[in-house]
């Protein structure tokens, strides 16, 4: 059975950090991909940053030079790093194991994390 277990997230000042963490179970993390999505309030989940089974790691242009995704040796965790967080960042982050073709295919695709609150608001 496929677990996808987020932790992370909170309340933060604009301009401040947070870190979120994913750690998948039940499959070999070296075959499929790993990525983060958010869902703001009102609209529909989008790509934020993901790394293939291979390494290669892909970011979406809102967050490039702000976030940080990385990977442990046995590609079974990844942590987020977010800074200069804006007030845009707000949204609910959802954590995903998927195949590698599939890194922002928008749908349900592969399996998910229950989703970690991250706000960022003064």
């Known amino acids: 059975q496929v677990q996808v277990v987020e932790s992370g997230g909170g309340s933060v000042q604009p301009g401040g950090s947070l870190s979120l963490s994913c750690t998948v179970s039940?499959?070999?993390?070296?075959?499929?991909?790993m990525a983060w999505w958010r869902r703001a309030e009102g609209k529909q989940r989008e790509f934020v940053a993901g790394?293939?089974?291979?390494?290669?790691?892909d970011l979406t242009d809102p967050v490039k030079g702000r976030f940080t995704l990385s990977r442990d040796d046995r590609k079974t965790t990844i942590h987020l790093q977010m800074s200069s967080l804006k007030p845009e960042d707000t949204a609910v982050y959802f954590c995903?194991?998927?195949?590698?073709?599939?890194?922002?295919?928008?749908?349900?695709?592969?399996?998910w994390g229950q989703g970690t609150q991250v706000t960022v608001s003064s």
């Open positions: 995903n194991s998927r195949p590698d073709w599939a890194l922002r295919s928008v749908g349900n695709v592969g399996y």
């Open positions: 039940g499959r070999d993390g070296g075959q499929y991909a």
């Open positions: 790394i293939t089974s291979n390494g290669v790691i």
